[in-house]
């Protein structure tokens, strides 16, 4: 009976060690996303302040006068800002078979690529129709896209896979 306590007692050792290590992975995790998203915010905020004196310029050329810009005039070239960078985090996937948790098969078919993105949302589009095509899927990234396109797109369309970057505008 000793025996058994002293085994169970080892074994709680060693799962307490693996949660121990699990949490410092979480850890590692959220400062890399934290880190991708003081980045992201960098960027909006450089992009706005470029995009902010590039419109002033424009409406004091046009008015003559910068007292003329109201504050929707500012809220729109924010908006068109923070749209743009925000489209920047999304990518397509065309040819994926429609099987399985989609999830689970973007990381898995991103992983087999060498990419290791941290996915934020995965998507179908579209409508299924018989015998067609799978469903394009939308994938969107934590932070602004880090997956190089160009450089796997030739590995991909062996498999009847093509990866693109996805800028629609939404309506």
Same mark, same amino acid.
Request: charged share 30%.
């Given at each position: ?37 003081? /980045? ?10 470029? /995009? ?64 290791? $993105?941290?996915? /934020? ?8 129709? $018989? ?41």
């Amino acid at each position: 009976l000793k025996v058994e306590v002293d085994e169970l007692q080892k074994q709680a050792l060693g799962d307490k060690s693996t949660i121990i290590e699990l949490q410092r992975e979480v850890i590692e995790s959220k400062k890399e996303v934290m880190e991708g998203s003081k /980045e992201q915010i960098k960027q909006v905020q450089s992009s706005l302040q470029t /995009e902010i004196k590039s419109y002033r310029d424009a409406v004091c050329s046009q008015k003559g006068d910068m007292d003329q810009i109201t504050v929707q005039d500012v809220k729109e070239a924010v908006k068109v800002v923070t749209d743009d960078n925000a489209r920047s985090k999304n990518f397509m996937i065309f040819g994926l078979e429609e099987k399985g948790n989609l999830k689970t098969s973007v990381t898995g078919l991103l992983k087999q690529l060498g990419e290791q $993105p941290h996915i /934020e949302n995965c998507e179908r589009i579209g409508r299924r129709e $018989p015998d067609s095509a799978p469903k394009p899927v939308k994938v969107t990234l934590s932070s602004a896209s880090s997956v190089h396109f160009e450089e796997i797109s030739s590995v991909t369309r062996k498999q009847g896979i093509r990866l693109s970057v996805h800028r629609t505008r939404q309506i």
